[in-house]
C-alpha cells in the first residue's frame, strides 16, 4: 500500500472513528466527511452557516495538510439534515468553491454526532492551480 498515503493534521476535527481524515491514492485526494467541529472535535455552535464555514475551514486544513488546496477540489458532496438549510448552507459554501466543483447535495435522516451538515470532497493532489 506504499501508493495510498494517509492524511492527519491537528488543525482540523479529529477523526470520531476508525478512518483517515483523508488518504491520497495517485493523483487524487480523497477527503473524509467533515463535521463542524474545531480542531479538538469540540462542535462548533451557531446557525447553519456557522457550521458550514467551520466544515469547509476543516477541509482547508485537511488539504493544506496534503499538499493542495480548495482550488484543487473536483468533486463534493454535501449532506443535509434537512433541505430546509439549503440556501444559508449555499450562501457559505459558494464562497469557499468558487471554481464551482461538481457536487451532489443530499437529504439525510441522521448525521454523525447530530450535526447538521457534512461535507466531503476530492481533490487532486499537487500544487494549487488557477481554476
Known amino acids: 500500500m506504499s501508493d495510498i ?15 483517515s481524515q483523508a488518504i491520497i491514492a495517485g493523483p487524487h485526494i480523497f477527503v473524509s466527511g467533515q463535521i463542524p467541529a474545531d480542531k479538538e472535535g469540540n ?26 488546496d480548495i482550488s484543487r477540489v473536483i468533486k463534493t458532496t454535501v449532506f443535509l439534515d434537512d433541505m430546509g438549510n439549503f440556501a444559508e448552507m449555499n450562501s457559505i459554501y459558494e464562497r469557499y468553491f468558487a471554481h464551482k466543483p461538481a457536487r451532489s447535495c443530499v437529504a ?23 481554476l
Open 108 to 130: 439525510v435522516k441522521q448525521l454523525p454526532k447530530g450535526v447538521p451538515v457534512e461535507i466531503e470532497c476530492i481533490a487532486l493532489a499537487g500544487e494549487a492551480s488557477k
Open 43 to 68: 462542535l462548533i455552535g451557531g446557525n447553519i452557516a456557522n457550521k458550514t464555514e467551520a466544515c469547509c475551514e476543516n477541509v482547508i486544513a485537511i488539504l493544506k495538510e496534503a499538499g493542495s
Open 5 to 19: 498515503q494517509k492524511v492527519f493534521t491537528a488543525n482540523a476535527c479529529p477523526p470520531a472513528g476508525p478512518y
